[in-house]
């Protein structure tokens, strides 16, 4: 480290440790007792009934996030959350016992950004004083099926940075209130236990496992959410014991119509006796199926709290006539989910353990709410395609230096907090929101692209050796889902890609033109031409409505891009490149190094596997009926936004494919397969890629029969799986599902085809242990996915049903555009092979998936009338990374946070035994990573960056094997700072945070 170096340090770690502290001088002037040292005394001897104020306020569901704010729309339902934080922080003033708590940061924000510094003082001292606690403090509460990991943490870390920099340490969350979401995923215990979480509550579980837990006291247990990272991912997690309601009859808010409490003895209508009583036989009963004396009474429900004296008012009356009536058995008083989690932890008891999920999850025998996991699938790829734009914004801007915008990327940031809801991403919000949805995702994506361009340029003028030359201007192509781009089309162009991925990758390119021409590709690193192949589009994709397009072709070439860097390649057209061929109306096999594909008698289309010789699948269209019924009762529920029920226990064939026609070139080879007018696909293999791309059309759905469809692509494998196939959890870990199985209880199956559906955020696999063969379907988005014959991979890929299925959205899951029914286009990768060479096998799978997850991203510059390309690009390639990462560790997170500090998060992307050499330990010197720039100070935190990681210090549980449930060895984590090094260890599954200092490299 250089003298200056050294000195610029010293300056900055001041702003490093104080990172988030903005408040820390106004909390001085209020004498802070939040947290745990807030709660109320329990007392050992009696029941100790724990009211707990609470409300829930989706962010966006039967009305948009402003409608559900400023409380506009109230035909639709009376719901304003601005009065609820009015009315809350006021009845809170009135009286210092009252309590409440608060989870979406979203709302909080947008609340507390139009309040005078009165108010926010009071709400400051209200939290400082552990009367207002901050619960879960993501964005949203999110849905934990069709929501990846990445997005999670950024949803959560995003949130909590709001309330850190506003309200400082009091406003951490401890707990995490998942109390809504439509079965719960083992990746979110783990995301909760790495933020620091003590504990979770949840509020939904299959009926039948509800039953068995309430029999066996089995409702709190520890959630070993990771097998790779042990005990450091173990929560200890409650189910509700009615779901986040009050008692029945005891709801007190201006939506209710329970009595309230009457306490003049002249009214003939005084019912305090009665309802004393009536609260105390509930409280018993609920105690009765848990271990401890302790007892939580969520008393609020959907936007409750609109004029909160009501519900506090009755309340503070239930508490004052059973004090006075029942002192000696009971103990009453208000307090917070934490203050109930920290009374059962100091019980000192022993807890079951849980080592799968809660999906999928029932409500009743004929209500089974995997629908949901391909609900409105557009959308789903919309978010995913959001989180590859903002991580990929976030990385630009660090490695650009950029200073002018930040409130660009906070709004993107906050765009994809919304859309991580668990009525956003999953579909099951009204027509009218997903639009508003997609606007504000829109917008996001926007400023995403803006940033992209102005942090490219910045690059290449930075390291320009003429500083007089400006690059031009660059844009994305929003619209390649349609294979649309106006900047490509018809000009000459240069493109530049940038990768986000921490490794240089080999991507197949995919550009719209208007002509069936030649052209020519040059790499502008060396002028050499880059071999590259003119493919026509598939009619049917020429042909989606609302596609504004000249384009009928896509010129195809392999870009070769360094690791978290750029590279520029120029496009001209009418000078000579390699051009496809042709076939149709006979068979023909198109393949390459590692597969041969046909189309059989049947149209199916054929995959066999060069090597090994015996291993092959089969991939066909199919599609259920939906059931419609009154919804009275549960054997009438219909299939909807929620529910998946089809009518029939197999799934129906389409007729044989209609045509089809062969594109053979040097770089891609295309299967163009029609199978009817409105089901089509392309199925291709490009030169030396050890995948086959599935890239599937479907809709619109015709209903004009009145009956809805769920259609679905299935891979038929002659593998032999024992009922057995693995799903992702959050685009994580893998976890194994049995055909008609739950690990937990004996399963009563009554449906058996949406009761063996799972979420697939990411991944589907099958392997075939005996002849150690491996399947996997990769997906673009969250999706539904099973394995109803072994062997075989089915995917749900979209959804059109007429009739709602009475769960609370109101109308049927009948999406249309541009006055025809939805459009939708997506792809599968499939991947598979022989599994004996574990490591090298499971490094080209688990690359696959995050190069499916994380694309590059192509920025184009339309080449003007005379303009050089030294002019238009001074910078044709350039990497942010000085060396390359070993192979099993990826940056996660490049984020510019605050005050000159960057936010950095490495992962460890193997599990243990996933690979003999990836899934060990590995070091990382992080003095080496970055070109550009030195990493001088360096300090680890929490996965949510909101609290150092040497402080955190979560409560310890006893698991029934009479394991003490505690973190590893401290030591493990450090990092190890030499003259020349930064060190650090990633375990398997590993994730750390870091908040940095860097300086450019010049200096």
């Known amino acids: 480290m250089s003298r200056l170096e050294f000195f610029l340090t010293l300056l900055l770690l001041p702003l490093l440790f104080s990172h988030g502290e903005a408040a820390s001088i106004r909390e001085r002037a209020t004498a802070k007792k939040c947290g745990y040292e807030a709660c109320p005394v329990t007392d050992p001897k009696k029941l100790n009934i724990h009211l707990v104020a609470h409300t829930h306020d989706d962010v966006g569901w039967l009305k948009t996030v402003d409608q559900y704010y400023f409380g506009s729309r109230p035909r639709i339902q009376k719901a304003g959350v601005q009065y609820i934080l009015d009315s809350a922080i006021e009845a809170l003033l009135t009286n210092p016992e009252r309590k409440f708590m608060y989870v979406e940061t979203a709302f909080l924000w947008k609340w507390w950004l139009r309040q005078n510094n009165e108010t926010q003082q009071n709400v400051r001292n209200l939290i400082n004083e552990g009367r207002l606690e901050i619960i879960g403090g993501g964005w949203s509460m999110n849905d934990e099926a069709v929501t990846h990991y990445h997005s999670l943490i950024d949803q959560y870390s995003w949130g909590f940075r709001r309330l850190k920099d506003v309200f400082g340490s009091c406003a951490r969350p401890h707990i995490g209130w998942q109390i809504d979401p439509f079965g719960h995923s083992r990746e979110q215990a783990s995301l909760f236990a790495q933020l620091g979480f003590d504990g979770m509550f949840f509020g939904r579980l299959d009926y039948q496992d509800k039953a068995k837990r309430l029999k066996d006291k089995t409702m709190e247990f520890i959630w070993k959410g990771s097998p790779s990272l042990g005990a450091d991912a173990d929560l200890f997690t409650v189910a509700l014991y009615n779901n986040y309601s009050p008692p029945p009859g005891f709801c007190f808010d201006v939506l209710c119509n329970d009595e309230p409490i009457n306490d003049d003895p002249k009214s003939p209508d005084y019912n305090v006796d009665e309802r004393v009583e009536k609260l105390l036989e509930y409280a018993r009963r609920q105690a009765s199926s848990y271990r401890s004396n302790n007892v939580i009474f969520t008393m609020g429900e959907d936007f409750n709290y609109q004029h909160a004296e009501m519900w506090f008012t009755n309340l503070d009356r239930l508490i004052r006539y059973v004090r006075e009536r029942n002192s000696s058995e009971v103990n009453i008083f208000y307090s917070t989910p934490s203050c109930y989690l920290k009374a059962v932890h100091d019980a000192n008891l022993q807890w079951p353990t849980k080592t799968d999920d809660f999906f999928p999850y029932a409500s009743d025998p004929h209500s089974y709410w995997t629908g949901y996991f391909s609900s409105r699938p557009a959308i789903k790829f919309y978010e995913r395609m959001g989180n590859n734009l903002l991580q990929i914004s976030k990385q630009l801007t660090v490695l650009a230096g950029l200073t002018n915008r930040h409130e660009e990327l906070d709004y993107f940031r906050e765009a994809m907090g919304i859309m991580q809801h668990h009525d956003a991403v999953t579909g099951t919000e009204k027509q009218l929101v997903a639009e508003d949805y997609a606007r504000i995702l829109y917008n996001g994506m926007a400023n995403g692209a803006n940033i992209n361009s102005a942090a490219i340029r910045q690059l290449m003028n930075q390291a320009s050796p003429n500083k007089s030359r400006t690059a031009a201007e660059m844009y994305s192509c929003m619209q390649l889902n349609v294979s649309s781009c106006p900047y490509t089309e018809d000009k000459d162009s240069i ?509």
Not at 507 to 522: G, H, L, N
């Open 495 to 1003: 493109l530049t890609i940038y990768n986000p991925l921490s490794y240089p990758i080999d991507t197949p390119v995919r550009i719209p033109i208007e002509e069936d021409t030649t052209y020519k590709v040059v790499n502008l690193v060396d002028s050499s031409e880059v071999v590259s192949q003119v493919v026509p589009i598939h009619k049917p994709v020429q042909n989606i409505p609302g596609r504004i397009s000249k384009a009928k072709n896509e010129l195809v070439f392999i870009a070769k891009v360094p690791a978290m860097g750029h590279k520029s390649y120029k496009v001209v057209k009418g000078i000579g490149s390699t051009r496809q061929q042709t076939y149709g109306d006979v068979p023909r096999l198109i393949g390459n190094e590692f597969y041969n594909i046909y189309i059989d008698q049947s149209g199916q289309v054929v995959v066999n596997w060069t090597q090994p010789k015996n291993m092959n699948f089969v991939q066909s269209f199919h599609y259920y009926e939906g059931m419609e019924g009154n919804n009275e009762e549960s054997r009438n529920r219909s299939s909807g936004a929620y529910i998946f029920r089809p009518k029939q226990i197999s799934a129906k064939n389409f007729g044989k494919p209609a045509e089809w026609t062969v594109h053979i070139g040097p770089v891609v080879e295309e299967l163009h397969q029609t199978i009817n007018d409105w089901v089509s696909q392309v199925i291709r293999v490009y030169r030396g890629k050890e995948y086959v791309e599935f890239d599937w059309l479907v809709g619109p759905i015709p209903v004009q029969d009145k009956i809805g469809k769920e259609i679905v692509t299935k891979y038929s494998s002659s593998l032999k799986t024992a009922k057995e196939f693995y799903t992702d959890s959050n685009g994580r870990e893998m976890l194994k599902r049995k055909r008609d199985y739950r690990p937990t209880w004996k399963l009563q199956l009554e449906e058996e085809v949406a009761g063996n559906y799972y979420p697939v955020t990411s991944k589907i696999s099958l392997v075939d242990k005996k002849k150690s063969f491996r399947l996997s379907a990769l997906t673009d988005r969250a999706q539904g996915g099973t394995s109803m014959q072994d062997g075989e991979i089915e995917l749900m890929i979209h959804r059109r049903l007429l009739k709602d299925d009475a769960f609370g959205v109101g109308e049927a899951l009948n999406e249309t555009a541009f006055g025809e029914g939805l459009v939708v286009r997506g792809s599968h990768y499939l991947i598979g092979g022989s599994i004996k060479n574990l490591d090298e096998y499971m490094l080209k799978e688990k690359s696959l998936q995050l190069e499916t997850l994380l694309r590059p991203w192509t920025l184009v510059t339309p080449i003007a009338e005379n303009a050089t390309v030294e002019e238009l690009v001074p910078l044709p390639e350039a990497s942010g990374l000085a060396k390359a990462l070993p192979r099993n560790v990826h940056i996660l997170t490049l984020e510019p946070w605050t005050y000159n500090i960057i936010l950095l998060r490495l992962e460890h992307i193997f599990e243990v035994g996933e690979s003999e050499t990836l899934s060990q330990p590995v070091e990382v010197n992080l003095r080496d990573v970055f070109t550009n720039y030195n990493i001088v100070t360096v300090e680890e935190t929490s996965l949510g960056a909101n609290q150092w990681k040497a402080d955190m210090n979560r409560l310890k549980w006893q698991a029934e094997t009479n394991d003490v449930l505690q973190s590893r060895d401290a030591t493990s984590n450090t990092v190890q700072v030499e003259d020349d090094a930064i060190n650090i260890t990633l375990k398997p599954m590993e994730i750390r945070t870091f908040l940095i200092t860097m300086l450019p490299r010049k200096l």
